[in-house]
DNA sequence: AATGAATGAGCGTTCATTCAT
DNA sequence: GATGAATGAACGCTCATTCAT
């Protein structure tokens, strides 16, 4: 962490350690003195510790998508960029040994009045909705219920992340996806 | 929190605290204050803030386990039974305002190594999948397959809780319903 | 520690902590929980820790005394029994592994007023440095000077002691002993 | 304690509590109250307590030494400097009211695992030894013997502060002293 | 004679944040 | 743009002691 500028170390670090440690178990001193900052120079470039949780599931956000639409991008259809997406959480899942989703890990244990960072988790959770509903919403089979079905798969996905957290296991990410197919027809 | 004795005036503060403020936000400090005990009392009966926390899970899981039961008592098979579990969930998170699974919070973001707390989470998850398999195991329609189904279903239920925690919204439990309701056929 | 009475097991206990581990790192609760006693019983037989102190080094006086008499028992005269003092030194420190002497420890890190401690220990070093002169004085040829070489010999055995609990090894007193029959001449 | 900046306020307090107070019995909390710091400016520039401990003794082991070679300066040769770290000593632990070495005190009542603490008094108290050593190796008269000497000597030191920290009394000085007197003939 | 329950005060340490330069 | 110095509040936990039974 030295050849990038102080604020780009600053959210590097950050966001490596909200990540695997949790948001509440990384404190300011963690972050400043892996980024090898001074602590002052943090407060320089971020209001507080919430402004930079902001920056990293911003970041976090971008970043995740776009290996998602890269994982699938060589599907043909709607059916099999959605059954890719489950390998894709898998793949991803076991790299980071089952630390889940960073977004759904920091809303569950979040000080009070820190409304900005849930409206970033929902966001995340959003657009990721949005992208089934469109993937779905293209294909003449589901245009009717795109937006049912879409809800329903978008649950698969949750649920497939956050068992497979509390199991350390891929197998809520199986059966997600054979969930996924079956209600796919 | 007058009339109850003492460890259970803590048990019963701390519950409330790591529930609805989460874990880490609720500090030794606050559990005492409000259970109106002196700190040394505490310790008395909990070695540790981590003690507690076992006590609360554990607790947790019965009370739930119990209102599902209760709530699904009236059901006359598995699929109707597994029908109002989403039901349940549906009553239950609106009551609390989509506080979402406190077996699911309190472990994205924990200190580390508290392994005892991670398994008293997998604990109660693993006794859920259980009841659903059984229930399906003794369903001559599902026999051959209940142990899959009941895998997809907990998917289905995990992602309701946290997703209708991340919207505060119903809609995450509907669709997961809805989503079961075809997987059963 | 079961077979004996309440008194006497937390006596036991608590000498062998406050010896070993030191007496300000010798909590109360320690106490208790190797002595298998409840708290109260041992507040009922002691009214403080410092009230257990002074039994545990009124104790040890006699016990350490007796076994320097002892060991000393087969030495026909003066010079012979304080050069056997100091074998006794090497092989009790040894065996204690240099742990030193339990009254010398505990002065150096009291709380305030605890006067009754210091008494015991200055106590047991009268004692000894009595037995020391009277040794010498029955001898014809120190008879004249006797307190004078009990006093210095008093300092070489102090030395001794706390010389080699910082070194954590034997020169100390084999140099206190080489010095102690230079100065008998 | 005001003129000083923080860091050299903390070592002035705590070093001056650690000596007269111990340093069990003195807390975090008197060191900033006295020196009038806040408690996490202090851990700004200590990492902890026994970081502190590190600090006075290394200071007070200069200190020491210097006072000591100060005091002897004029003394002019081995014999003379040796019989004058006597006097050393007899000034010095008068104006203290006996309150022995730290060195030795720090050590007797120490929480386990503390091994930086020891290895700096063992430290201290072989530079002294090295200095005596030294001393008596440029007489030609003590040369062949040196080390043992000087080995009988430390003893002697040592004795003599922690028995008149023992008796309060200014006897074990001068009788260690005489001894010493005997030795070098 | 013995106990379980309870206590106030203090332990050493870390928190996220602000200040003057 | 960057820093070192400083802060009040809170952290989880342990201390020796006392109470009612």
């Given at each position: 962490m030295q050849k990038l500028n102080v604020k780009e170390r600053i959210i590097e670090t950050a966001s490596h350690?909200?990540?695997?440690?949790g948001y509440n178990q990384t404190g300011i001193n963690k972050i400043i003195e892996e980024a090898g900052v001074a602590k002052s120079s943090m407060y320089q470039h971020f209001r507080s510790k919430e402004d930079i949780a902001i920056v990293y599931l911003q970041r976090r956000h971008t970043a995740w998508s776009n290996n998602l639409l890269e994982f699938v991008s060589n599907k043909k259809n709607a059916v099999a960029k959605i059954a890719g997406s489950f390998d894709y959480l898998?793949?991803?899942l076991k790299e980071v040994e089952f630390r889940g989703?960073?977004?759904q890990?920091?809303?569950t244990d979040l000080p009070k009045g820190q409304e900005r960072i849930t409206d970033q988790v929902r966001l995340h959770k959003n657009e990721l909705l949005k992208w089934i509903d469109q993937?779905?919403?293209?294909e003449p089979k589901y245009k009717g219920n795109a937006k049912e079905l879409a809800n329903e798969l978008m649950v698969l996905?949750?649920?497939a992340i956050i068992l497979s957290q509390i199991q350390k296991d891929t197998w809520p990410i199986k059966a997600a996806k054979k969930a996924a197919e079956k209600i796919l027809e």
């Open positions: 350690l909200f990540y695997f440690d898998q793949e991803w989703c960073g977004f890990n920091i809303i993937l779905l919403a293209e996905l949750e649920g």
